[in-house]
């Protein structure tokens, strides 16, 4: 989603205003690092030292490594605003905008993965209860995990091939077969990783909205939590993926016909503010899932805000009261 050919691209027309609004965009990466950074690396260490995500359920595996591929992100995110601040909207060295061209593609590739396959496995254990999913059958298991982090890495390296703006060889006189067949295969990828999901997402949330809207038994809280879940999963991926999708569709779509380079340059400012706006992702990704669950929260807030947490007291069998961390009530302060 990055625009890269491994030199500098100066800010052309009003170079002063546009300067200022790549310093805002550059704020804005620093304050998402700032607030993402602790959160996904606390939420990491839960995993990791206290429910030791190995041993857990299938769920646990996909989010650990959603938040994992969030973690990849927010390495790349000081480079990128010290980019923008310079005023250019890549670094001059090959090598680090290739670097940082693999991690923000396997990132965006590794969370639109790991948020599909938690919604497939969601969707068999809502909507299909009694038929067998294909994510259990490594459950318990990292097996599925690392097989998507290896098929990701053939979807990542052809964004690295030649310059990322979108098909410039399709406006080039000097256009070969070559540099054609290297564009559709880059575009391709990149809208096919996200529309793809997006229809398998769209469809096992509205099954699965569907199917506890018409459940009757059962704890009804449970079943509202679940709901918002689903609908949230929807919402973050729109929100996070698609603007900066039809944004890309709108600059290639331009730079096809030809169109005036002023607009082609608005397009561009345009484009790169949406792909800013996908980085929250990292920020949202753990407030959604992991904070979806109350057993979660509850143990997230005991390791790193216990004065959040009031215990009850617990009558026991004899009258007596007893204090006890299993009867442990979240209260936000």
Same mark, same amino acid.
């Given at each position: 989603?990055?625009?890269?050919? @491994? ?24 304050? %998402? $690092? %700032?607030? !993402? ?10 995993? %990791?030292?206290?429910?030791? *995500?190995?041993? #857990? ?29 310079? @005023? ?16 923000? $593609? ?7 993965? *790991? ?14 209860? /009694? =038929?067998?999913?294909?994510?259990? !059958? ?25 310059? $990322?703006?979108? #098909? ?15 564009? @559709? ?10 529309? %793809? ?41 729109? *929100? ?14 331009? =730079? ?16 790169? @503010? ?32 216990? $004065? ?7 009558? #026991?069998?004899? /009258? ?14």
């Amino acid at each position: 989603m990055e625009s890269t050919n @491994g030199t500098e691209q100066p800010l052309e027309d009003d170079e002063a205003a546009e300067i200022q609004v790549y310093k805002f965009y550059a704020a804005a990466i620093i304050v %998402i $690092f %700032i607030l !993402a950074l602790p959160l996904n690396a606390s939420v990491i260490h839960l995993f %990791i030292f206290k429910l030791r *995500f190995w041993k #857990s359920s299938t769920n646990n595996i996909f989010l650990f490594n959603l938040v994992l591929a969030d973690i990849l992100l927010l390495i790349c995110l000081p480079i990128k605003a010290y980019t923008f601040i310079q @005023g250019v909207r890549n670094s001059n060295n090959d090598a680090v905008c290739k670097a940082m061209l693999f991690m923000l $593609f396997l990132n965006r590739g590794a969370s639109i993965a *790991f948020l599909t396959a938690t919604s497939i496995h969601r969707y068999f254990h809502v909507v299909h209860p /009694g =038929r067998k999913s294909p994510l259990k !059958a490594l459950k318990k298991s990292p097996q599925i995990s690392v097989l998507i982090w290896v098929l990701l890495l053939p979807l990542t390296i052809p964004t690295m091939l030649k310059n $990322f703006d979108c #098909s410039y060889s399709l406006i080039k006189e000097n256009a070969t077969v070559i540099k054609d067949v290297v564009d @559709g295969i880059r575009e391709t990828v990149i809208f096919t990783q996200i529309l %793809i999901p997006f229809v398998i997402l769209l469809y096992c949330t509205v099954r699965i909205v569907n199917r506890l809207r018409k459940k009757t038994v059962g704890d009804r809280t449970k079943l509202k939590r679940a709901v918002f879940l689903v609908t949230a999963v929807m919402v973050l991926f729109s *929100f996070c993926f698609l603007p900066c999708t039809i944004a890309r569709m709108v600059l290639l779509t331009i =730079r096809v016909k030809d169109m005036p380079d002023y607009i082609e340059h608005k397009a561009v400012v345009a484009f790169d @503010g949406l792909v800013v706006l996908s980085y929250i992702d990292c920020l949202l990704d753990p407030l959604v899932y992991c904070f979806s669950s109350t057993k979660f929260k509850a143990l997230y807030l005991s390791n790193y805000f216990p $004065f959040l947490v009031k215990e009850t007291p617990q009558v #026991s069998s004899t /009258g007596k009261s007893n204090r006890t961390t299993n009867a442990t009530v979240i209260s936000c302060l």
